[in-house]
Each structure stands twice: as structure tokens, then as C-alpha cells.
């Protein structure tokens, strides 16, 4: 189980100082078509849904890597 924290912990600090180094842009993260945004003088509401199964997927993905992997 520690290995797999481990492992986890150097994937996600390797994207991210991709991320924080590389001129690539998420702009378009969090304006997804199904993404909900609702705004109204004095009231806005936003719920990212369809970004929010994008990272599901991709966290599936990366967490059944890691398990076949570690065998």
C-alpha cells in the first residue's frame, strides 16, 4: 500500500511541474459542454460535471496502471 502512495505522490508531482513549467494551457478546463454555469445578478452557480468525470476516468486509469504494475 505505501508503494502505491508513493508512486501516486511522484506521478502527480511529475504533472504538475509539468503543468507549472510548460506553456500548455487549461483554459478550456472547466468550460466543458455539460459543465453547469448559471449566472444572474447577484447569484452565479457553476458545478463542473463533466470535468469532474473527466478526472474520474483519468484517475481510474492511472490507479489501474499502478495496480498492474505493482502486480
Do not use: E, Q
Not at 509539468?18 to 494551457?25: D, G, P, R, T, V
Amino acid at each position: 500500500m505505501g508503494k502505491t502512495f508513493i508512486i501516486l505522490g511522484a506521478i502527480l508531482l511529475i504533472i504538475g511541474l509539468i503543468l507549472h513549467f510548460s506553456s500548455f494551457n487549461f483554459n478550456w478546463f472547466g468550460k466543458l459542454p455539460g459543465d453547469i454555469r448559471i449566472n444572474k445578478p447577484d447569484f452565479s452557480f457553476y458545478f463542473p460535471i463533466s470535468s469532474m468525470i473527466l478526472i474520474s476516468v483519468l484517475a481510474s486509469v492511472i490507479l489501474w496502471i499502478v495496480r498492474k504494475i505493482n502486480g
